[in-house]
């Protein structure tokens, strides 16, 4: 075999592993652990969704930022740049949803949903279990926020 041939050989077995690979990062996305962590105090939120809003916040980790209490409903702290949004779904949150809220740029931790209704601005991101009380330890100084498997 020519050196041609096995340098195309080569290219080729690069692409379908490469192929390979983003095929299993798409798998990887859905159940996908990411850890708030303030002090002593660390929530996981576990990624239920697939959409281009998660995986941007996805490429951005590790990262801080502050989080603060929102109208007794939420915790939520906001993201710059704001996150991709075109092609993602809006959601129906739910207690121990994390979202990301379209208008402001911010990402919400609800706990509180009563009232609250389907909307194409409230973008899911995951689940996490974890208090208000819980949830309290985490705003006022930074959040580190990262992947944790």
């Known amino acids: 075999m020519g050196k ?3 340098s195309l050989i080569a290219m080729v077995t690069a692409a379908i592993v490469a192929i390979g690979h983003d095929a299993r990062a798409a798998d990887q996305v859905v159940g996908t652990i990411v850890r708030f962590t303030a002090g002593e105090t660390s929530v996981d939120v576990t990624i239920g969704e697939d959409n281009p809003t998660v995986r941007d916040l996805l490429t951005r980790l590790p990262l801080a930022m502050k989080l603060e209490e929102y109208a007794g409903r939420e915790r ?8 991709a949004t075109e092609g993602s779904p809006g959601s129906d949150p739910k207690d121990g949803d994390l979202i990301y809220f379209v208008p402001w740029g911010n990402i919400g931790f609800y706990y509180d949903t009563s009232g609250v209704g389907f909307s194409d601005q ?4 995951g689940k996490y279990m974890a208090s208000p009380t819980e ?3 985490l705003v006022g100084g930074p959040v580190r926020i990262e992947i944790v498997n």
């Not at 409230?122 to 991101?125: K, R």
Request: net charge positive; glycine share 6%.
């Open 122 to 125: 409230t973008i899911h991101i």
């Open 4 to 6: 041609r041939q096995q």
């Open 135 to 137: 949830l309290d330890k």
């Open 76 to 83: 939520i702290g906001y993201l710059s740049p704001k996150l």
